[in-house]
């Protein structure tokens, strides 16, 4: 029997996916939540040999918490990650994470309990339609401070705000901004956000 965690913030959706993957009679879920931290919690005290995480969480994102499930001594199951969307950045974090599996949510349910019963076997999955973006995959330009701007920006901060919030000279800020602009080969630092989001590279 392959003991599943099932971390999904919507309820409705966890809720139709725990009641269908208990149709298969290998699989049994043992915990279920909507919440990232919680689900690292619930991972390494349930036994579990299965995480199968939503992209998008509250808490921590399914990314992270797969890649501290993948860094703990104390979780010794498999990870996989549950999306609807297939960007090209959640992938490059999901393969640097070294996850087990990349599902899509609107896969068949039969397709995916065998890419459940295939990732607790031991072998790597990654959903058909996914494969393409594998050989498309474009590394994320920007670096952490970059990337941590952005989402000053995004909150609506002024640069004289994210200079004072980050303490850093709003020359600083105007640097790495321009910096960001430049990699993503955009003119406005909303035009930035916009684009890096859309890579999945913040």
Do not use: C
């Not at 919690?41 to 501290?68: F, N, R, S």
């Not at 599902?103 to 995916?112: C, R």
Request: proline share 2%.
């Amino acid at each position: 029997m392959i003991r599943l965690l099932l971390a999904e913030d919507q309820v409705l959706l966890r809720d139709a996916l725990q009641s269908l993957l208990q149709v298969s009679e290998e699989i049994e879920v043992v915990a279920t939540t909507g919440d990232g931290s919680e689900a690292l919690h619930l991972a390494t005290t349930e036994k579990v040999d299965v995480a199968l995480l939503d992209i998008e969480m509250p808490g921590l994102t399914g990314i992270q918490v797969a890649e501290k499930l993948k860094e703990s001594d104390t979780y010794s199951g498999k990870v996989a990650l549950l999306t609807t969307f297939s960007r090209p950045g959640y992938i490059e974090k999901a393969m640097v994470a070294k996850v087990d599996g990349y599902l899509l949510k609107d896969e068949p349910i039969a397709t995916l309990i065998d890419a459940i019963k295939t990732i607790d076997s031991g072998k790597q999955v990654v959903s058909t339609d996914l494969q393409p973006l594998l050989f498309s995959l474009e590394t994320n330009p920007l670096n952490e401070r970059e990337i941590m701007l952005l989402h000053a920006v995004k909150e609506g901060l002024s640069t004289e705000e994210i200079a004072q919030a980050k303490h850093l000279s709003e020359g600083t800020v105007r640097n790495y901004l321009s910096s960001a602009l430049q990699k993503l080969h955009v003119t406005h630092r909303h035009e930035a956000v916009r684009v890096a989001e859309e890579k999945g590279w913040m």
